[in-house]
């Protein structure tokens, strides 16, 4: 099966996208975007997603990874795992002084490194979300993709994983398991 899907600025005009891309299906995935792709948002409230190294479970994908945010002034945050609105979940450095890593677990003592937080939190946290909370929408989005061009919409672009100066694209790790190319961590 030719699948034909990739990831860009949801920035961007159409006129860009559709000159770039011709004939192509536009989806915004953000947690702007509409019903259902914006089940592909790692702010959306789906539910069960499980907290790695416990036996916890979060509302959404970011909660998890902003949960498990240590800052200089605020350890873990467990109440960002049960946010069912996708508001409100975000921690800043403003308020929290410089991050210092992210805990592993919430009751861990390990404080991991952005790039090992990357490999160990957010990707299989993702990944869960791909293959289980919206599964059926990773089904139609290849489907759509197989007949015609799909450009998945993002606020973010960056989709190498070891690429740490910027935030990491969900859009492009949906793409990553559509094509079967999902970084593997050696």
């Not at 902003?66 to 960002?80: I, M, P």
């Not at 861990?108 to 791909?130: F, H």
């Not at 293959?131 to 759509?144: F, P, R, Y």
Request: with cysteine; glycine share 6%.
């Amino acid at each position: 099966m030719n699948v034909q899907i990739a990831a860009e600025s949801r920035r961007k005009s159409e006129k860009t996208l559709l000159a770039a891309y011709p004939g192509a299906t536009l989806l915004d995935v953000t947690s702007k975007g509409p019903a259902p792709w914006v089940q592909l948002s790692p702010f959306y409230p789906h539910g069960g997603i499980p907290v790695p190294f416990s036996d916890e479970t979060s509302m959404s994908v970011e909660g998890v990874w902003q949960g498990l945010k240590v800052f200089e002034n605020a350890d873990v945050d467990t109440s960002k795992f049960s946010i069912k609105t996708m508001k409100g979940i975000k921690r800043s450095v403003r308020k929290n002084g410089p991050c210092l890593g992210h805990r592993k677990g919430p009751n861990g003592d390990e404080l991991l490194d952005y790039q090992t937080a990357r490999w160990e939190i957010y990707l299989p946290t993702y990944k869960y979300l791909l293959e289980n909370s919206a599964k059926g929408i990773v089904a139609q989005l290849t489907a759509m993709a197989a007949e015609k061009p799909v450009v998945l919409l993002d606020y973010e672009t960056n989709s190498d994983v070891l690429d740490l100066r910027k935030p990491l694209s969900h859009a492009a790790m949906v793409v990553h398991h559509i094509l079967g190319t999902w970084p593997s961590h050696s």
